[in-house]
């Protein structure tokens, strides 16, 4: 056997490490993981120079185990012992080996955390995952529109904090330039910052494609209101707009179809990030073939995300699951 090409059997959740040291210490090689049913997806393209692989066969559990001991700021989120039940299903993931040490200041989100070279070849990596996983057709975004955008934010936005990195708001703001979503529904928007970093594809100085409908949601009046006139000064033409509602009722309700859905609301007490699953299940009918899903917190919050995650990563339900994984709240991308 070449020692560009390795065969992992009976791949478990602990060989997750192994399988991505081995990617990295042979660069330019391929590297391909066969789970204990038999081989479950192509060879890997060659893994970049930073270390960033994709994991093929790896039990959703690992993404858990991996959060294990950490604790984002989100109230609906909680930590355990990343156990995989036997109701998991394969997941697949991007992850880059600095993710749990990539950090940023909550309270000063507009301070470099990394290079930009290195935020822009991350994010790229990233999107190329999610077009090998067939969920976006191409990788391809205008880079100065993403830093007008932006400068845009820093200028115009009240954000007393956020858990939006630097990479996350380039992921986000990338999918929705590539997918160029008509209708998008984003749940969960607090300050409006999480909201804008996904219609800031379609206005304000980073707009590259004309939408009907963005619409956030927050259930916290006070914040929403405060949503609305982040956005506003942003975009006066009101295609982006916040209501103060409860998501689940705005999905269900929701008359025309949903081409993007991003998720970072958090329930009661006892549902907390859990309510993705519901509100996804309200939108779900009104969801064309190809639609994207968004849901932030998939590292982090992983425990409470137990059952939407397996809800997205089963085949019955989604086309295909790519949780990226570059920091430590991370993004689960599901495409129906």
């Not at 033409?237 to 008359?255: H, N, P, Q, T, W």
Request: aromatic share 6%; proline share 5%; charged share 25%.
């Amino acid at each position: 056997m070449s020692s560009r090409q390795w065969h992992i059997r009976r791949l478990g959740p602990s060989d997750a490490a192994e399988a991505c040291e081995i990617v990295r210490l042979f660069k330019g090689g391929q590297v391909r993981l066969d789970y204990m049913a038999g081989f479950l997806g192509e060879p890997l393209p060659p893994n970049r120079a930073d270390g960033s692989c994709t994991f093929l066969g790896v039990p959703s559990g690992t993404q858990r185990g991996a959060a294990s001991g950490r604790r984002g700021r989100n109230p609906g989120c909680s930590s355990g012992s990343g156990a995989t039940s036997k109701e998991d299903h394969v997941a697949v993931a991007f992850r880059t080996q600095d993710w749990d040490r990539y950090q940023m200041d909550y309270h000063n989100p507009h301070k470099a955390v990394e290079p930009l070279d290195r935020e822009i070849a991350v994010v790229g990596d990233a999107l190329a995952a999610l077009s090998r996983a067939g969920i976006l057709l191409h990788t391809e975004y205008d880079h100065e529109k993403m830093l007008a955008h932006r400068e845009a934010v820093k200028e115009l936005f009240e954000i007393p904090w956020t858990a939006i990195t630097p990479r996350m708001q380039r992921l986000l703001y990338a999918i929705n330039a590539i997918v160029q979503p008509r209708n998008m529904i984003a749940a969960g928007v607090f300050c409006g910052n999480t909201f804008i970093s996904n219609a800031g594809a379609a206005v304000g100085p980073g707009a590259c494609y004309t939408a009907d409908a963005l619409i956030g949601v927050e259930i916290n009046a006070k914040e929403a209101e405060r949503a609305e006139r982040n956005v506003r000064r942003l975009d006066p033409s009101g295609v982006a707009r916040v209501l103060a509602a409860d998501a689940v009722d705005v999905a269900a309700e929701f008359a025309e179809p949903i081409h993007l859905l991003y998720l970072d609301a958090d329930g009661d007490a006892q549902r907390g990030k859990g309510i993705y699953l519901e509100i996804l299940e309200a939108g779900l009918s009104r969801m064309p073939a190809g639609s994207v899903v968004l849901a932030h917190n998939s590292v982090n919050c992983a425990d409470r995300l137990k059952d939407y995650l397996s809800f997205v990563r089963d085949p019955a339900h989604m086309r295909a699951s790519v949780n990226v994984v570059f920091d430590p709240e991370g993004l689960e991308v599901s495409v129906t």
